[in-house]
């Protein structure tokens, strides 16, 4: 799979799955709306890996499988409190737990918590491994 059909992948499941806050996209400008409002709301982006690994030696049909992380960042009003951004956090966790969506698997997601928020917030990051196959005849 390429980089971008992966992108492409993982940002539509997101977008029909997710509806509890706003969505700011990797590239796009989450805006003041978001920045100065009173709504909790969510940052995704993609980290690849540098290399593609081989997982097959097939004689006819050989397996790659490109790795990457899907990180999450989720931004809450401090009045809001810890458990709304705990039940978010595991929201978002849920939505990627050993999820296959075409050729990416998930696997188990993990969250942390930001140390320095940005005034006025408490933020989580959220973040799961995943591999995308792709297959090439030979």
Not at 21 to 31: E, L, P, R
Not at 44 to 61: A, M, R, V, W
Request: overall charge neutral; hydrophobic content about 35%; aromatic content about 14%.
């Amino acid at each position: 799979m390429s980089l971008n059909s992966i992108r492409k992948d993982i940002f539509s499941y997101f977008q029909t799955n997710w509806t509890e806050t706003a969505i700011v996209f990797q590239g796009q400008d989450a805006g003041d709306d978001l920045l100065n409002g009173a709504n909790p709301w969510i940052y995704l982006y993609l980290l690849f890996d540098k290399k593609t690994s081989q997982e097959s030696l097939g004689k006819n049909n050989v397996k790659f499988v490109r790795n990457g992380t899907t990180a999450i960042k989720l931004y809450v009003r401090k009045e809001d409190g810890d458990s709304v951004l705990f039940d978010m956090a595991d929201s978002l966790e849920n939505l990627f737990r050993n999820k296959k969506i075409n050729n990416i698997q998930f696997a188990s997601p993990g969250t942390t918590i930001f140390k320095n928020p940005p005034p006025g917030w408490i933020g989580a990051s959220v973040s799961c491994f995943f591999g995308a196959d792709t297959h090439h005849d030979i």
